[in-house]
């Protein structure tokens, strides 16, 4: 049975802690790949919301959905970066896609919350002060969203 193509649409979603410490995951498919939450809508119209919550829990098992404790910690920064697919990622897309749109959001979640990584997207977990975060993420724009992130918690 063939995969669907990916949407070129999707989210970044830095957790991070009141005290600015922020959440790292390591790749399954890239160990040198250190990044925060990621990934694409599944539908055309899922609202960007609706994906940033599904990707966290699905990445870390951090509930922030609606009517959960964790809700009103994610925050829609209103941002979006367009960017080119990376070339080892580009046959998840339709021939001829070749940028992507990820909207950035921020979770902040307490000091300690617990953290379950799904096996088959990610391997390992660190948390880091945010200039550290920026330094080891692989990802341009992940790194700068982490930069941001004083100027969207003050």
């Not at 790292?24 to 890239?30: E, K, P, T, V």
């Not at 790949?33 to 919550?53: C, H, I, L, M, N």
Request: hydrophobic share 40%; charged share 25%; with cysteine.
């Amino acid at each position: 049975m063939t995969r669907p193509f990916k949407i070129p649409e999707s989210v970044l979603v830095v957790i991070h802690t009141p005290a600015l410490e922020v959440l790292l995951i390591q790749r399954a498919d890239a160990a040198a790949f250190w990044q925060s939450v990621t990934g694409s809508k599944d539908r055309a119209g899922e609202a960007w919301r609706e994906t940033a919550v599904r990707e966290v829990a699905e990445e870390t098992g951090i509930d922030c959905a609606e009517g959960s404790r964790l809700a009103a910690g994610l925050r829609d920064w209103g941002l979006e970066n367009v960017y080119d697919i990376y070339p080892r990622w580009q046959s998840r897309y339709a021939p001829g896609v070749s940028r992507n749109t990820e909207r950035v959001f921020g979770l902040c979640v307490p000091a300690g919350t617990p953290v379950a990584l799904n096996p088959r997207e990610h391997t390992a977990q660190r948390w880091l002060p945010w200039r550290e975060a920026a330094d080891a993420c692989f990802s341009p724009s992940n790194a700068e969203a982490i930069l941001m992130l004083p100027q969207f918690t003050a």
